[in-house]
């Protein structure tokens, strides 16, 4: 199961330093979080293939990388059935649960109810 704190990054991180938290974690992507924890976007595997193709270097920070449009989930609007339908439709395992300030609250996963 994941945790909150297992799929958070700093823009700051390296390319190679979110290939081994996707590994890690199983997860296929990860959200990029300020230091005040305000979500500024998600990074997947996809973006980061993307990246290397254009010969990026590895150890190139990821801020110019992720994407800055997430999906996300207003922790005053949680309906669960449209949750579930919206994780299926993007086939992802989880979505970040934000507050009206955009901060991070928590993550609901595809197993919640």
Known sequence: MLKLSSVKVSPSI???SVLKKLDL?????????SAK????????????????????NLDSKITNLFNKSPTYIDSENLNHSKIKKNLKKLQISYLPILDRDFKLVDIYLENDS
């Open 14 to 16: 390296s390319i190679k």
């Open 25 to 33: 974690t199983g997860a296929k992507y990860l959200l990029v979080v």
């Open 37 to 56: 924890n305000k979500l500024l976007g998600t990074i997947s595997d996809g973006d980061i293939r993307r990246a290397l193709l254009k010969s990026i």
